[in-house]
């Protein structure tokens, strides 16, 4: 079963706008990671999260995560049509933080 | 090497048939990782292994699937009389270590096609 859920599925804006995905779990965490898949290639890591943060900054990147509601939101700001590509996060499990366990991912579109 | 490697890139084989897929990680990464991906849909764990050893296998649908690592750096996940249903990408990933985290590093992944 999946850790993680993603919201929206999936997601169009137009170039230069923010775009913001959310991501819940289930059980406690040790960390909290999102990850970028262009289309027919592997997963790039993005960020990590831990869980003692609450905010977390990589360039146009702004993670948060909020442990008492077990969710994270991922914000690209000033979004590019090469942002194009699907998002996933992922948890290490605090019972099992071997196991990364990934959501369904949302699908985003930055038209130009 | 550089990055991940997972050879082959495709795979078309028939129902019934075996098939290997192999992974080459980071060099000095001990945790490696197997997923499954369907079109559209997140990677699914399938096994973990640190070092030699499987450290946990649940994810592995059925006793037709099983993963090697023999000397801790190449690892095989083989499928045996493959379904039209394993169809998929399979997905390896490494890090450096189990336990404390850290990003995991993907391969392109080997999609895999069961006529």
């Known amino acids: 079963s999946q850790q993680g859920e993603e919201d929206p599925q999936a997601l169009s804006i137009q170039e230069g706008e923010n775009a913001t995905m959310n991501c819940s779990y289930k059980?406690?965490?040790?960390?909290l990671q999102w990850y970028r898949q262009n289309s027919g290639r592997g997963l790039v890591h993005l960020i990590l999260?831990?869980?003692?943060?609450r905010e977390k900054h990589s360039g146009r990147l702004r993670v948060t995560l909020d442990t008492s509601k077990k969710s994270s939101s991922l914000l690209i700001t000033a979004s590019r049509a090469a942002d194009t590509a699907s998002y996933f996060c992922?948890?290490?499990?605090?019972?099992?933080?071997?196991?990364?366990?990934f959501g369904p991912g949302t699908s985003l579109s930055v038209i130009p | 090497g550089a990055g991940v490697s997972q050879t082959p890139s495709n795979k078309v084989t028939e129902k019934g048939k075996y098939v290997e897929l192999r992974c080459d990680p980071i060099s000095g990464h001990t945790a490696l990782y197997w997923y499954r991906q369907s079109l559209g849909q997140g990677p699914e764990f399938l096994i973990y292994?640190?070092?030699?050893?499987?450290?946990?296998d649940s994810g592995l649908p059925n006793d037709r699937f099983f993963a090697v690592r023999p000397e801790g750096s190449v690892s095989t996940l083989k499928i045996q009389r493959t379904e039209r249903g394993d169809s998929a990408v399979y997905l390896c990933?490494?890090?450096?270590?189990?336990?404390?985290?850290?990003?995991?590093?993907f391969g392109e992944g080997s999609r895999l096609t069961v006529l």
């Open positions: 990933a490494s890090r450096l270590a189990g336990g404390a985290g850290g990003e995991l590093f």
């Open positions: 292994f640190q070092g030699t050893g499987a450290a946990d």
């Open positions: 992922a948890t290490d499990r605090r019972t099992s933080y071997d196991k990364v366990i």
């Open positions: 059980t406690s965490i040790n960390n």
């Open positions: 999260i831990r869980s003692n943060e």
